[in-house]
């Protein structure tokens, strides 16, 4: 009885452990894929672009074309079939010697942005993990242009 018992045990364990598992699906397609991406990074731009405290380097930008630029970087980040082919972070921003505050601002309306359209808790988290390692590269150290 008991040996039937192990053996039904062992077979049971053998099965399950051999299932494949299947693959989680990427935080692009978690999030929404390239629609949500374009409505997050036109809507973060518009925040950043028209907030007293971070306008100041959007003076004489398309802004269009700088969403247009942030959706293809965000796509490729999150692992969605996109190229993005713009500057590095630290070309396309060392011109503006962007600061801390005006970083940490962005990514403050980022989180906004993201609670507005109901990105979930765990997503937000790892979109924000992703862009962090980018503020060595995007602020300029002891920038003061505030
Ligand atoms: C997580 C942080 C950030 C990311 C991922 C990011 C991403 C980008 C990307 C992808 C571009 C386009 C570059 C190209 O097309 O070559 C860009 C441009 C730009 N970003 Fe950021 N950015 C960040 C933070 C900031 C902050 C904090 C500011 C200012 C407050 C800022 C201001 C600008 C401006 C003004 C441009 C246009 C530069 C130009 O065309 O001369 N960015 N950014």
Not at 31 to 50: H, M, N, Y
């Amino acid at each position: 009885m008991k040996l039937k018992m192990l053996l039904f045990l062992s077979i049971s364990c053998l099965s399950a452990c051999w299932m494949p598992t299947k693959p989680e699906a990427s935080l692009y397609i978690r999030l929404g894929g390239k629609p949500i991406l374009e409505v997050i990074s036109s809507d973060l731009l518009d925040a950043t672009s028209s907030d007293e405290r971070t306008k100041r380097s959007f003076k004489d930008v398309k802004l269009s074309t700088v969403k247009e630029s942030l959706t293809l970087y965000l796509c490729e980040k999150t692992g969605g079939n996109c190229i993005y082919e713009g500057e590095t972070m630290k070309n396309s921003h060392a011109d503006a010697k962007i600061t801390t505050a005006e970083f940490e601002l962005m990514v403050q309306q980022l989180r906004d942005v993201l609670d507005a359209h109901n990105i979930g808790y765990r997503e937000k988290n790892e979109l924000l993990k992703i862009l962090a390692p980018t503020k060595r590269d995007i602020v300029t150290p002891h920038a003061f242009n505030n």
